[in-house]
């Protein structure tokens, strides 16, 4: 069974930096590509970044030269550095792990922004 653990959430000011970090572990086969959404309050959850298995990455506009994905060698980990961050961006953020023949999700992690 494949789990996914996330951590590095928390409480930041406006401006400030998080990196959130997250682990998969068990069996994974045909792996394609890893992810973070973010579902804030009221609203309908919103894929924040993607990281392909060759390192292709895309991000949603609206957080797109201030959020870096990225993978460490060989692992199925994937990170999230978040600078400059708004009060919009405040949500529970939520890794995926993405194979062809199934979908991953963590249990989330809440990032809250405010002064």
């Known amino acids: 069974q494949v789990q996914l653990v996330e951590s590095g959430g928390g409480l930041v000011q406006p401006g400030g930096s998080l990196r959130l970090s997250c682990a998969a572990s068990?069996?994974?086969?045909?792996?394609?590509?890893m992810a973070w959404h973010r579902r804030a309050p009221a609203k309908e959850r919103e894929l924040v970044a993607t990281i392909s298995g060759g390192g292709i990455t895309s991000y949603a506009d609206s957080v797109k030269g201030r959020f870096t994905i990225s993978r460490p060698n060989a692992n199925y980990a994937v990170y999230l550095q978040m600078n400059s961050l708004k009060p919009e961006d405040t949500a529970v953020y939520y890794c995926q792990l993405i194979t062809l023949g199934d979908n991953y999700w963590g249990q989330g992690t809440q990032v809250t922004v405010s002064s």
């Open positions: 068990g069996r994974i086969l045909n792996f394609v590509a």
